[in-house]
């Protein structure tokens, strides 16, 4: 299986929209400081996630999730929500 997540920044007001294969693996790679990405902003906590059956479907909702910025908000607002 694959993974679309979105992970929140504890120390500041940052999401992070990422994929994987490993979930655990991959959140543990982000607090540990080794995505250049988001090292600056760690310790994250997992958000949100969203399960696909292959990697060319994951990335492609990764992608979308990361080109049109409003479908990440309406995510981030329902998990605000809750």
């Given at each position: 299986?694959?993974?679309v997540?979105?992970?929140k920044s504890l120390n500041?007001?940052?999401?992070?929209?990422g994929s994987?294969?490993?979930i655990e693996r991959r959140i543990g790679e982000h607090n540990?400081?080794?995505v250049q990405?988001?090292?600056a902003y760690t310790p994250f906590e997992l958000v949100?996630?969203?399960e696909f059956v292959d990697e060319t479907e994951a990335r492609s909702y990764e992608r979308l999730l990361?080109?049109?910025r409003i479908e990440k908000e309406k995510i981030i607002s329902s998990i605000k929500l809750s």
């Open positions: 299986m694959w993974y997540y979105i992970i500041k007001n940052w999401y992070y929209v994987t294969n490993s540990n400081k080794k990405s988001t090292k949100w996630q969203k990361k080109d049109k």
